[in-house]
């Protein structure tokens, strides 16, 4: 049974506030809809009345900051049976939502309430970053009711807790006093009772790679390596470490990179020319004629102090450079940036940010 619990006004004489029923189900709809957080964590609400294609509309259906999706059901006075069924039913649909069904049910959401239709950019202005790349690896169901039978909180418990069902219930309280309506909510069972539960069986989940793309982050800083560097001869590098280099020397020849500096966004789109090598070793195609790069003008600095070819065990510090022809840069300073534009700590992987990769070269005019 959940927690029953009251409400006192305390100054002066401690005094029970009067509980009072609500007016309508509904009302708890429009308050979730105005205020997610009300669930008592953050959400995005991505859709609202969603058909699921089995003869039946989920009232609300959120997303939350790992991609996990969120069914919300209002009881509307349905009998234990029908609640239960509907809810259980509506998680059988979630369970099979790709990627691509998840953005466009967002996006015919968004067109209908005047939002901006990029579920990436919803996502950035609610969560601050970009979202996974992984949506609905998990899922959960919640019932929200301002009362509810005892049949249905047995049935919905041994779910929960007998069998891992990511089901439970929100309880909403409502009180009254001196001319003013206050709200609370309580869960029927604790939450981590309630873990969400893996979600699709096709693995689609993930946004789609067209096998070209790869996102690589150069990271320009004082004293180190130098963007103009880059943009002059035609490179990317990165060093330091094993955990820094080795996903750009995976970087494959005739692969698309967009390159992004930390903090400033977007500033050049190429095709890598070559494998990657030291710095000592690299080797650039410069005026028709084949340069070492440690020969040419350059203003930052790559070689590292110390760092030799590793011996067996040993970590390789080496800066590592792969060869690029640019097809548009922009120096730092014009750099692009978009809340939910992608971006990562490796130095280099997939990008399968598809409006990232759109937006970019949309600005940079590239086909």
């Given at each position: 049974m959940p927690l029953e619990f009251g409400l006192w006004r305390i100054d002066g004489k401690p005094e029970r506030v009067q509980r009072r029923p609500l007016a309508r189900e509904a009302v708890l709809e429009d308050l979730i809809v105005a205020d997610p957080d009300v669930l008592g964590r953050p959400l995005l609400l991505i859709g609202r009345q969603v058909h699921t294609g089995h003869n039946g509309f989920i009232d609300l259906l959120a997303m939350d900051e790992e991609g996990a999706l969120h069914v919300l059901e209002l009881k509307r006075d349905r009998t234990p049976r029908e609640v239960v069924a509907q809810i259980l039913d509506y998680g059988s649909w979630v369970r099979d939502l790709g990627n691509e069904d998840i953005r466009a049910l967002y996006a015919h959401h968004a067109r209908e309430h005047g939002l901006p239709t990029e579920l990436d950019e919803a996502f950035a202005a609610?969560?601050?970053?970009?979202?996974?790349?992984?949506?609905?690896?998990?899922?959960?169901?919640?019932?929200?009711a301002g009362e509810l039978d005892a049949a249905t909180e047995r049935i919905i418990t041994y779910l929960a807790t007998g069998f891992g069902v990511p089901v439970n219930v929100m309880f909403f309280r409502t009180f009254e006093d001196d001319g003013r309506s206050y709200l609370a909510?309580?869960?029927?069972?604790?939450?981590?009772?309630?873990?969400?539960?893996?979600?699709?069986?096709?693995?689609?989940?993930?946004?789609?790679?067209?096998?070209?793309?790869?996102?690589?982050s150069f990271g320009d800083e004082s004293g180190g390596r130098d963007w103009d560097d880059a943009?002059?001869?035609?490179?990317?590098?990165?060093?330091?470490?094993?955990?820094?280099?080795?996903?750009?020397?995976?970087l494959p020849h005739g692969?698309?990179?967009?390159?992004?500096?930390?903090?400033?966004?977007?500033?050049?789109?190429?095709?890598?020319?070559?494998?990657?090598?030291?710095?000592?070793?690299?080797?650039?195609?410069?005026?028709?004629?084949?340069?070492r790069l440690a020969a040419l003008e350059?203003?930052?600095?790559?070689?590292?102090?110390?760092?030799?070819?590793?011996?067996?065990?040993?970590?390789?510090?080496?800066?590592?450079?792969?060869?690029?022809?640019?097809?548009?840069t922009v120096p730092r300073e014009l750099a692009v940036w978009r809340p939910g534009f992608f971006a990562n700590q490796n130095?280099?992987?997939?990008?399968?940010?598809r409006f990232t990769a759109e937006e970019v070269t949309r600005h940079f005019g590239l086909g």
């Amino acid at each position: 049974m959940p927690l029953e619990f009251g409400l006192w006004r305390i100054d002066g004489k401690p005094e029970r506030v009067q509980r009072r029923p609500l007016a309508r189900e509904a009302v708890l709809e429009d308050l979730i809809v105005a205020d997610p957080d009300v669930l008592g964590r953050p959400l995005l609400l991505i859709g609202r009345q969603v058909h699921t294609g089995h003869n039946g509309f989920i009232d609300l259906l959120a997303m939350d900051e790992e991609g996990a999706l969120h069914v919300l059901e209002l009881k509307r006075d349905r009998t234990p049976r029908e609640v239960v069924a509907q809810i259980l039913d509506y998680g059988s649909w979630v369970r099979d939502l790709g990627n691509e069904d998840i953005r466009a049910l967002y996006a015919h959401h968004a067109r209908e309430h005047g939002l901006p239709t990029e579920l990436d950019e919803a996502f950035a202005a609610r969560f601050g970053g970009s979202p996974p790349d992984t949506l609905n690896s998990a899922h959960t169901l919640t019932v929200v009711a301002g009362e509810l039978d005892a049949a249905t909180e047995r049935i919905i418990t041994y779910l929960a807790t007998g069998f891992g069902v990511p089901v439970n219930v929100m309880f909403f309280r409502t009180f009254e006093d001196d001319g003013r309506s206050y709200l609370a909510r309580t869960w029927l069972i604790d939450e981590p009772e309630t873990a969400p539960a893996p979600a699709g069986r096709r693995g689609g989940t993930r946004e789609p790679w067209n096998g070209t793309d790869w996102y690589v982050s150069f990271g320009d800083e004082s004293g180190g390596r130098d963007w103009d560097d880059a943009r002059r001869h035609g490179f990317v590098s990165a060093g330091g470490g094993d955990w820094f280099s080795r996903t750009l020397r995976a970087l494959p020849h005739g692969a698309r990179v967009f390159t992004h500096i930390p903090k400033s966004g977007y500033v050049g789109v190429g095709t890598v020319a070559g494998p990657a090598r030291p710095f000592e070793d690299a080797e650039l195609e410069v005026d028709g004629t084949v340069r070492r790069l440690a020969a040419l003008e350059l203003k930052g600095t790559y070689s590292r102090d110390g760092a030799t070819a590793p011996g067996e065990g040993e970590e390789d510090r080496r800066e590592w450079v792969v060869p690029v022809c640019w097809e548009r840069t922009v120096p730092r300073e014009l750099a692009v940036w978009r809340p939910g534009f992608f971006a990562n700590q490796n130095s280099a992987c997939k990008l399968r940010a598809r409006f990232t990769a759109e937006e970019v070269t949309r600005h940079f005019g590239l086909g």
